[in-house]
């Protein structure tokens, strides 16, 4: 007689095959997510969708490789291995921002770089973060004439006495301060949000150009209007004759293509060195800060080229703001 608290042997055959389909499913779900994220890495077209979904590469490629591991729990080997080869050429698109060493020394130049969320942050807590990190140079976007205000009114002009700054509403905004004189101000043209270029003084260095970058982003804009500042940014630093600093929002990630066609070096393109790239600091994402989940996406970025070297890269907090600030050191040449 059949024990009644024991499942028929057929009804635990048919319940064992239902969750292997459906961890197939799953399985095979997320090594998709894994393809697409990949595909999007390197996809070099104009497409909203490709730039959207490669920003969250390095989280896609995390997706994709539960679904490799569900794959083979569930013993779907064919499957599962397609999944493994999937997840080595995400480990292969990752792996350049996690070769590098962190090498800072007395003497190098602290350069940071915060988005104040169309003016909110903390303008207290930034000037305590300046002071605490020792920077050197700061680069602000989303800077409005109230922030600036703010701004002005508390200790970072005593830590960074020499500014040029585009205040603006909507995220217009933008400026740089610094520990060392600045000349020659310029607001770049042609951009919907603020752009600025600046001379910076370095002692024992000479001059440097410095940029605070915020272009376009690719959502809510259409990609191609991102797109196309970005090739005008590209015009403007590959004529760029002095050593460049530059910090910048560009609404871009490693795992953008165009993003990285500034790293390249070519005669036709500006050859920028990515500081948390150079220095291995590895996937450093800064927004968005403002919500229960962490930072998705990496788009705070300080750049160098033509004699400065970065020596380290990290993240830091923003309060009030809905981006992380980051912070490089800089060896000047």
Known sequence: ???????????????????????????????????????????????????????????????????????????????????????????????????????????????????????RADTAALADTVRENRVDVLTVVELTPAALERIQASELVATLPYSFTSPGPDGRGVGVFARYPITDGELLEGYRLGNIRAEIELPGHGTHALYALHPLPPWPEEAWRWYAELDRLSERLTAERLPLIIGADMNSTWDHSRYRDLLDVTSDTPGLIDAAERVGAGFAPTYPANSTLPPLIAIDHILTRGGPQPTSFRTVALPGSDHRGVIATVRPA
């Open 1 to 119: 007689m059949a024990d009644p608290g024991v499942a028929p042997a057929g009804q635990r055959s048919g319940l064992r095959a239902v969750v292997g389909w459906a961890a197939t499913l799953v399985g095979v779900a997320g090594v998709c997510v894994g393809i697409l994220a990949v595909a999007a890495h390197y996809a070099s077209w104009v497409s909203t969708t490709a730039s959207r979904v490669a920003a969250f590469t390095p989280v896609l490629i995390v997706v994709g490789a539960v679904g490799t591991v569900i794959l083979l729990v569930a013993r779907r080997w064919v499957l599962g291995i397609v999944g493994v080869l999937v997840l080595a050429v995400g480990i292969v698109t990752q792996a350049p921002l996690y070769i590098g060493e962190s090498s800072p020394a007395d003497g190098d130049l602290v350069v940071m770089q915060a988005n104040v969320y169309l003016g």
